[in-house]
C-alpha cells in the first residue's frame, strides 16, 4: 500500500496559525514524514454547532499534503465532546465508577450508550466520508482514539440488562450463571440489576467486588458497547468509502477492553506504545506480539511512541539517545508496518503541553531530538519496503486472555498480589530471551502450528480450550500451564472437580489447597542443581501421573512438586505451581522450548534481541537489537546482508552490534 | 443443652442441586458434624416476591438433620436484601459515609431506619418462628449475621435526632454536652443536626471529625439501631417461640458496635474468629474473652471460623497442619462451648468461592483440611460434655470499653498513631503470657473479684468507676491505668483538673503535658536494671504522691517518671504514662501480678498458654496449648488426667506437649 | 499604636461560666497579656437567628478589658457559620472539589458566592461596627478567619463565568487563553464553562487537570472570590469606623490563595504560625519573610502560635523547653509587631481540646508551659516599643509567586515530584544561613533596591518581569534563576521560543530538553572541587554566551553544564538547571552573596539566625538567634547592648549564645 514504512504522526495544524503549517511541511520534508494523523481531536472546530460543519482546516491539511506527497491518517475526532454536546445532552457525559455524573470536561468522556453520543458521531464520521472518501491523501480512517474506560449511568444500566438477555435469555439462567443464591441475589425482574460499582456491588474499588460474575459481564459489556460505537463509526463510513482501511488505536496490554472481540472489525491493528517507566524491552515487546495476533498475525501500525518525554507521568524521564530508533525498529521486528510520533508539533498548552514532540515550542531543526528523528527517517526511507507485509514464523505460542485477566484480578482469593501481566510477562520474557519468536494469541486460536503453547495464569478455562491443548501435546508439543490456571468457567464459576480443572487430563496433577504469603516471604525452589525463589502463591500439588521437576524447600509442604511434567500422547504437559522468580522462570521455559529446538543461537546474550520476520517473498529477514549501552559482541549463526549498512555478515565469525545497535540481516 | 460440643458450620444447601445434600450428610457424619448453620443468605429464595414464602430448602434440611442426629442453628436471613426490596423500597439501601445513595448489591447493606427494612425483616423472622418453633431439628436462632457499619441517609437523620432528644431531653443540654460554642455550632433547632460524615464534621475520614462529641453519638446510635433490628427480629421470634435461644453471632473486637450495649438482648454471645495475619495467638484469646465478658462470664459459641484459609484479604495463608485444632481448643480453653465453621461446602461462585471450607469444590473426603476437620470431630465427640458450661476462674480484669476507643481513635491529638486495640493487646498479652486467666469486662462490671484490674488507654471514665476502682486498691487489689487514661466524660469533654482526672487520686499523679514524637523516635525507659523502648506518646508525670517505677532515658523529661506506683489504702494505683514496648508492658504487668501471687508455673515458656476452666460440677480444667511449631518441654506443676489421651499426668515430673499440642488436664 | 509588642491571643469566654472570665483576667495580668483575640467563631451566639443579635459575651469582654489595660482584637466570626443559616438557606454550604454539596458541620465552611452567605457576613460585620467603634478597648478588626478551601456550586460556576467574561471579554480570548482546540474544547457560550473539579477536567486529585489554563483561572477566582468577602465585610466595618485597622489572619505559604492579590485590600497583616513537624527554623522564617513583604516591608503581626503543641496533626509533639521564646524572638526578627497564641485558655471539647493553651483544662499557673509564657510576658514588657514600626534593610529578594507555584505543580510534566515551596524554601535557607536578609516579594515588586535577585523556579513570567531583571544585573546586580523558570505566560501557554523564554537573554542559555528520574536517581554535580547530588530534573543546557559553573557527572550529558553563570551588563545572570541538595544550593547562592559582599559574619555557624531590624528613629538592632540545643560560641561583630539583659557586647570579642538563646543587640 505505501512504498516504504509509513512515518510521520499526529499532527494538529488547528491549534497554530496558518503560517506555523509551512514551517512545519519543511521540517516534516527535512524528517522524511510523510504520514499525517490529522483531527484526533477536533470535533469542537469540524462541528461548531449542531448543525454547522467547518472543514476549512481538514481542507488545507489534506489537500496541503497531496503535493508534498505525504498521506493522512483521518480520524473521526469523535473521542473527545465538544462542549455545545455535552450541555445540549447531559446524559452523553460518563457517570463514573463512583456513580457520579460527570460535566463537560476531559477526553475520552462520552457515555457509550447514549443515542445523542452515538447519533452524533455516527454523523460526523459519515459527513467526513462523504467528504474525504476518495481524497488522494488519504490512506486510512483512524476512528476515535484509544477507547477505553466506562460509564455506569442509566442508560448503561438499561443497555446491560438488555445485553444480558441477549447472553442469558432467562432469569434463571442468569441467576445461576452469577451464583446468585449466594448473598440473597437471585434476581426476579431484569429491572433490579445494577451496574457493577461503588454503588451497588464494589468495595474498596473496580477489583473489590462481591459477585465476580457480575463484574466480569460489565467488562464484556463495556467492550460490546465501546465496541458498538466504533461500529457505528465505520460503517458510516463505509456509506461513503468502501476500501479505505478502518482502524482505531489500542494500547496494547490495556485490561479495560477485550481487544480480541474487536479484532474482527479492525481493517487492521494499530497502536500507541508508551512502555512503563524503566520496563525491560520485553514489555513492548509483548505488546508488539499482542497486538501482532490481533489480526492473526497480520502487521499493524505503530500509530503513536514518543520521541522524547511523556507528560502525564510523574516522573517523565527522557529517551536517551539512540532510545527512539531502537524502539522504532523492536517494533518493526514485531510486525509494524508504520512508525507515527505522538506528536509532530508541542502543543502550546493544556495536559500535553510538555509531552515530546518532533518539533518542540521553538520549532527547531537542530535539536538533539529531531535530528534522530531525521536520521531515523532516512534510515526507514533507506529501507524501502523490505519489511512491509513481513509476517512472523513462530512456532511457541503464549496464549494471552482477557477474561482470564479480568477473573484473576478481580477474585478474592488466595492473593491480589498476583497479576495477570507480570506473570504473563516473565513466560513471555523467558521466551523470548530464550531466542524464542512467540506468537501472543487468543485461547481461541488454531494452535496447529505451535510446538509450545505457554498458558501462564489461564484462570478461566472455555469452550474446546482443554481439548485443544490436548491436541498440541497428543501430537508431540508442549503445553505449559501454570498456579490459579484451570479454576473457572466461562461465568466464573469454580470447576466442580480437583484443581486444575479441565487441565488435569493434560498435566497430570491435583492440587487440593494452595497457599498465600506475603512479598517478602521468600519460598526456595529447587530444580536440578539451581534453586530458584517463589512467591505469593504456593499450590501444593499431588502428582497424578506427572513426575516432579522441581521441588519446594521450606515449609510444611517441603519436597512435594513444584513444577511438574506430565507426559501426554507424544508430547507434554507442565505445570509450574508457584510464582517463580525470572530466573526460576527462564529454568523452566527453556526446558520446555529445548525439547523443540527452539532455543536460540543468541541465547546466551541477555539484552540482545533477536526477531524473525518473513516478507511476501519469502525473504526471511533476522533482526538482532542490542539492548546494553555496550557494545555485543556476537557470532553471526547466519550469513545475510545488513539491509541499514548494506554490510555483508557471513556465518560463525565476529558480528558486533553498537551499543543500542541495530542489525537488519536479509538471510541467505 | 448438648451432649457434645456443638461441631459444624454454615451451610447453604440453597446453592446445590438436591443430591449434592446426601452426599453433605455422608461427610458430615464422617467428621462428626452435628450441627448446621441454615439460611444466613437465603432471604430472597425463603421470601421470593413480597407476599410469597417458599420454605423448601430449609423444610428439607430441618427435615433431613432429624433423623441424622443433627440440630440447626437457624438464621432469620436478613443480612443481606432481596433485590425485590432493594428495588420497590430504594430508602432501604444504606446511604454511606461519603453521604452517596447506594443502590442495590452486597450484604450488610441496609438502612436500620428504613420501616421498610424493619418491617419486612421482622416479618420474615416471625414467619420463620412460627413454621419452626418447636422443630426438633431447632438448636438455637440466629438473627441476621455480623451487624456492622453505619448508615448517613435521611431516616437515619431523623432517627438519630429522635435518639438525641431522648438522651439530651434539651437543646441547651445537647449544646453544653458537645459544646457547641466551639465553632459557631450552637443550635436553636432539631433539624439543623446532620449525622456526622464526609459532607458534614468529618475531615480525610472516619476519624477525623471537628466535633468528637457528635461522632461519639453517632456511634452510639448506630449502635442503638442495629440492636434495635435485633430486637425487632428477636421480639417477632418470642411471638411464636419462647424457649429456642437467640443469638447474632459477633465479630470479636469490632470497633463500630458497643457489644456490650448488645449483651443483655442475647440468650447467649456467639463470634467469628478471622484473626489478623500472622496475629499472635493473644489476638484471637482477647476476642474470646471479650466474647465471654460479654455475659458476665458465661460460655460462648465460636459460630464461624475458616478450615482452612479466607478469602477476602489481599493475602490468604492457609492454616497449616494442626494449626486448626490448635485455635479450636483455644477457643474451648476460653470459654467457648461450640465450635463451628464457615462454611461446611465451599460455594461454586461469587466473592466466596476460594474461601476455605470443609467440603472442597471437588467434594472429596481425602484431603487434608477434611482429614484435620474429621479428626477433630473425633475428638470432641470424645470429649463429650466435659467442657460445656464451665467458667473462669479469673482474679484479674481488663476493662474493654468501646467509649474510650471511639475516643481515643477520633480525638485529634496528641497522637493518631496509638491505636486502642494495640494497647489493650499489649497488657491482655503480659496478663496473659505470664499465666494469669484475665476477664475482658466492661466498665460497668462488678470490680469485686478481681485482685488485678488493668485500665489501659482508658480514655473516658463514667460514672461510678473511678470509685469502684479505688475500692479495688483500698481493699488491697491493684489497678493499672496508663497515658491517655482519665481524659473526658461521658460526653468527650475534657476534665477540668489535672490529669488523669478521676483516677489522680488513685494513681497519685499529675500530668501537665505530653510530647507525641513519630514512631521512629524511641524513648529508653529504665526500670531497674532493665531498659525498654518507648514510642508515640510521652506524658510528663509529676507525682503527687507516687513514687517512680520506671523513668524516661532521653529528652528534656530524661529522669522523670514513665511509670509510678502510688499506695491506696492497702493496695496499689500503678501509672504507665507512655507506650512501652511488649517486653517493658511484660515487666510492669508481671511485677503487679506478682504482688497477688498470680504469675503463673509456665510463664517461663513464652509459647505456652494456659488456661483454666471450672466445669458445673466444679471440675477443674487446666488447658495447656503449646503455639510453638516445636515440643514443649515442661514440668508439670499439677497432677490430673489428659481428656484427649486419657493419660495420667503427676505433679512435679517432666510434660512434654506435641508441637502445635494440647493437653486438657483433669486436675486432682 | 501600642507601648509594648501586644501580647496574648485567642480567647473564648463564651466556652465558660463567667466566672472563669475572672480568673483568666488574673492569670493574664500575671503572665503580662494584655491583647484578646475575641469572637472568632462566635456568629451562632452573637446572632442566635436571623433578626436577633446578642451581644453579652462580647461587652463583657471588651468592657472588662479597659480597667485592666487590655486591648481586643475584635473579629467579625464570620468563618464558620451558625447553623440556622446552613439550615435556611443550603446553598451557603460548599460544593467540594468531588462535586458534593456538603451540608451543615466543621468551618470554613461557606460559599463564597452565595449572596445568603455574603449579605449575612457583612451585615454581622456592620453591626459589630456599628456597636464597639470608637470603644477604647479595640485594637483593631480581625475579618473572618484563616480564609481558604474553594467551593464548586453552581453559583460559584456563575461567579466564575462572569469572572472569565471581565477577564477575557471574549470567548476567542477565552478559547486562546486556554488553548481550546486541544481536545475539542472550543467554548462557544459561556454557560458551557464548567469549574474544573473531579467531574469535570481533573483526573487523581486537584493537581491533575486537562487544562491548566481553566484550573490557573479557578485559583484566581477564588482568591477574588473570597477576597470579595473579605472586601464586603470591611466595607460594612469602615461604614461605622474609618480609623481601626483591618485585617484577616493568613497562612504563610498557603497555596490555595493569592496573598498578593489580597496585601493592598489590609491595614496590616497578620498571620499563623504553624511549622510542620521537625521543620528547619528557616520554614517559619520564609513565612515570616513573605509575610512582611506583602505590605512592602512593613511589620506583621504573629497572630496565632500554639503555645505548646497542636492538635490536628497525626503527630504531636510539644514546644521543648525555650522553643516557645525562641520561635517569638524570631518572628520578631523578622518584623513582628505582635506576638499572640492560639489559644489562652484551652476549649473544653471538640477538635481543639488537646490543642495547646496558655491556660490548660485544670487552670493551673504553675505548669511549665504557663511559666514560659509568663516569663516572655515579662521580656517583651521590658523590651517596650524599641521594636516596634521597625523594618528590614535587605539588599536580597527573592521572588514569590503564586501563579508559578500554582503552574509549577498542576503541570503535567516533567516531574510532579518538584514541589514549588521546596525548591523555594532551600534557596532562602542558602541565603539566610549565608546571614543575607531576604526579603521575600511578589514579581511586581520593586526591584531596584535590591543587588541579589533569587529567582527559584519562577515558572510563570509576567509582563515586564524579564525587563526588570535584566535592569537589576545591568545596573551590577545578580539575578539568579532556576529549571523550570521561565516556561509559560500569563495564560500557562508555553512560550515559543527557546527555553527559557524572557529569561534567555539574562542567562544566556538555551534549553532544548529535560529529563526527569525517580527521586532515588543521583546526578553527581561538580562545582569546583565538590560533588554535590542533584535530583528530579536534569535540563540540558546549550551555553549562549553563559559560563559553566557546575557540570554533571554522569548519563549521557555527563559534562554538560548544570549551574551557569553570564555576565549581563555590569552584573551576571545565574542559572541553575537542576534541583540541588542543599549543599550545593547553599555553594551556589555563596557565590552569588559573595560578590556582593553579601555572606555575613556568622555564616559558619549554621545554627545561628541573624537579622537586622531599623527602628523608625534609625536605631539598628541585631538579632543573634541559637537554633542549637547546645550554646554557641560567636566572635562578636559589631558592639552594642542586649535588650533582653542590658549586657554590652563588644565588637570581636567572644560572645556565647546559650542553648535556644536570643540576643537583641542595640547596635552602636
Same sequence: chains 1, 2, 3.
Avoid at 518532533?358 to 535539536?367: K, L, N, Q, S
Avoid at 496433577?509 to 525452589?525: I, K, M
Avoid at 523443540?596 to 529477514?621: F, I, K, M, N, Q
Wanted: aromatic share 10%.
Amino acid at each position: 500500500m505505501t512504498p516504504t514504512i509509513p512515518y510521520g504522526g499526529d499532527y494538529n495544524p488547528e491549534q497554530w496559525p496558518e503560517q506555523v503549517g509551512e514551517e512545519d511541511h519543511r521540517l516534516f520534508t527535512e524528517a522524511r514524514i510523510d504520514t499525517l494523523t490529522v483531527g484526533v481531536f477536533s470535533w469542537s472546530l469540524t462541528q461548531p454547532a449542531p448543525g454547522a460543519y467547518d472543514f476549512t482546516v481538514l481542507d488545507r491539511v489534506l489537500d496541503r499534503a497531496v503535493p508534498q506527497g505525504r498521506r493522512v491518517c483521518l480520524a473521526t475526532g469523535t473521542a473527545a465532546l465538544p462542549p455545545w454536546l455535552a450541555k445540549k445532552h447531559p446524559e452523553v457525559n460518563r457517570t463514573d465508577f463512583e456513580g457520579r455524573r460527570h460535566r463537560y470536561g476531559q477526553r475520552h468522556n462520552f457515555c457509550p450508550s447514549a443515542p445523542a453520543y452515538r447519533d452524533h458521531a455516527a454523523a460526523l464520521a459519515e459527513r467526513l466520508a462523504a467528504r474525504y472518501a476518495g481524497h488522494p491523501a488519504l490512506l486510512a480512517w483512524h476512528v476515535n482514539n484509544e477507547y477505553g474506560g466506562a460509564c455506569y449511568c442509566g442508560l448503561c444500566a438499561d443497555a446491560f440488562r438488555a445485553w444480558l438477555r441477549d447472553r442469558y435469555a432467562t432469569l434463571d439462567a442468569l441467576n445461576d450463571a452469577w451464583c446468585t443464591a449466594f448473598w440473597s441475589h437471585r434476581y426476579t425482574d431484569w429491572d433490579q440489576i445494577e451496574p457493577p460499582n461503588a454503588l451497588t456491588e464494589h468495595w474498596r474499588g473496580p477489583d473489590h467486588t462481591a459477585f465476580q460474575g457480575t463484574t466480569l459481564d460489565y467488562f464484556r459489556f463495556t467492550t460490546d458497547a465501546l465496541l458498538g460505537c466504533f461500529r457505528a463509526e465505520k460503517e458510516a463510513i463505509r456509506r461513503h468509502d468502501g476500501a479505505t482501511p478502518v482502524t482505531t488505536n489500542f494500547m496494547g496490554a490495556y485490561r479495560p477492553l477485550d481487544y480480541h472481540r474487536w479484532a474482527p472489525h479492525l481493517d487492521f491493528a494499530s497502536w500507541d506504545s508508551y512502555p512503563p517507566l524503566d520496563a525491560p524491552p520485553t514489555r513492548p515487546a509483548l505488546a508488539h506480539d499482542l497486538m501482532r495476533g490481533l489480526k492473526d498475525g497480520a502487521p499493524f501500525w505503530l500509530m503513536e511512541q514518543t520521541p522524547s518525554t511523556t507528560a502525564c507521568r510523574d516522573v517523565n524521564p527522557l529517551r536517551r539517545p539512540g532510545e527512539l530508533r531502537l524502539a522504532t525498529f523492536q517494533a518493526i521486528a514485531h510486525g509494524a508496518d508504520a512508525a507515527l510520533y505522538f506528536q509532530l508539533r508541542a502543543s502550546r498548552g493544556a495536559c500535553e503541553k510538555y509531552h515530546g514532540a518532533v518539533i518542540g515550542h521553538a520549532g527547531r531543526d537542530d535539536t538533539r531530538v529531531f535530528r534522530e528523528v531525521a536520521a531515523l527517517g532516512r534510515e526507514l526511507e533507506a529501507l524501502g519496503d523490505a519489511t512491509l507485509g513481513a509476517r512472523t514464523p513462530s512456532r511457541t505460542a503464549l496464549l494471552f486472555d482477557w477474561d482470564s485477566w479480568w477473573a484473576l484480578e478481580i477474585s478474592d482469593g488466595p492473593s491480589r498480589l498476583v497479576r495477570y501481566q507480570d506473570v504473563v510477562h516473565a513466560y513471555y520474557r523467558a521466551a523470548r530471551t530464550a531466542g524464542a519468536d512467540v506468537d501472543v494469541v487468543p485461547v481461541t486460536a488454531d494452535l496447529t502450528p505451535y510446538d509450545v503453547v505457554l498458558a501462564p495464569v489461564l484462570h478461566m478455562v472455555k469452550g474446546d480450550l482443554a481439548a485443544r491443548l490436548e491436541a498440541v501435546a497428543a501430537r508431540g508439543g508442549t503445553v505449559l500451564a501454570t498456579f490459579l490456571s484451570g479454576r473457572v468457567d466461562l461465568c466464573d464459576r469454580a470447576f466442580l472437580t480437583d484443581v486444575p480443572g479441565p487441565l488435569a487430563p493434560l498435566t497430570g496433577v491435583r492440587v487440593d489447597e494452595w497457599d498465600a504469603r506475603p512479598p517478602e516471604v521468600v519460598q526456595p525452589v529447587r530444580l536440578g542443581e539451581s534453586v530458584f525463589e517463589a512467591r505469593l502463591v504456593f499450590e501444593i500439588v499431588l502428582p497424578r501421573g506427572a513426575e516432579p521437576v522441581a521441588v519446594y524447600g521450606a515449609d510444611f509442604y517441603a519436597g512435594t512438586p513444584a513444577v511438574t511434567r506430565n507426559t501426554y500422547g507424544a508430547g507434554e504437559g507442565w505445570y509450574v505451581a508457584t510464582a517463580l522468580d525470572q530466573p526460576g522462570v527462564d529454568a523452566v521455559v527453556r526446558r520446555v522450548l529445548a525439547r523443540h529446538g527452539l532455543v536460540g543461537p543468541y541465547a546466551g546474550h541477555p539484552a540482545v534481541e533477536s526477531a524473525t520476520r518473513v516478507a511476501p517473498d519469502g525473504t526471511r529477514l533476522l533482526f538482532l537489537l542490542n539492548h546494553a549501552p555496550g557494545p555485543a559482541r556476537l557470532t553471526a549463526h547466519a550469513a545475510g546482508t545488513d539491509l541499514l549498512t548494506g554490510r555483508r555478515v557471513e556465518a560463525h565469525v565476529p558480528l558486533t552490534l553498537d551499543p543500542l545497535g541495530v542489525v537488519v540481516l536479509r538471510v541467505q
